[in-house]
């Protein structure tokens, strides 16, 4: 096996085990929210607001995924529907007071997990690693939209269901 073989079973292996430590956290936090809902709270919060519509294509998801998912989120007293107020027909997704909270827990919960795990590293490093994630992501970005044809997705991507 070459080098470059043995790093991508490495890089493989690693994210596979960074996505299975990002789900059982994410259980941890919140055991009925499913990391796929957290993403998507998270989303709608940084929007400020969206539709189902927006999210299913930048996640690059079929409709009733996430409808699925936001029924969840309102069962939970997390997500909430409003009339955007330039057309009444369409809802609006909004965090409720509680996913409010619970996101900014989580955040924070977050936050210090990777400070504290990544403490030792330089300032170069973690520039480098921010850097080398951001255009591994793009690049799987570009790639599913070539084969679904989408090219809604311009955010940071979610770590958690990136392949």
Known sequence: MNGTNEAI????????????????AAARLHPDLPLVSYTL??????????????????YLLDKSTVSRQIGSLEKLGLVERRPDPDDHRVQVLHPTRAGAELLSATHASRHTAFQERLADWSEEDLTRFAAYLLRYNQAGRA????????TGHTGPADPATAA
């Open 41 to 58: 709270l998270a989303h709608i919060n940084d929007q400020r607001g969206c539709r189902a519509t927006d999210l299913a294509a930048h």
């Open 143 to 150: 790639d599913q939209a070539n084969r679904t044809g989408h």
């Open 9 to 24: 079973d490495t890089i493989e292996r690693e994210l596979t085990a960074f996505a299975r430590r990002a789900r059982a």
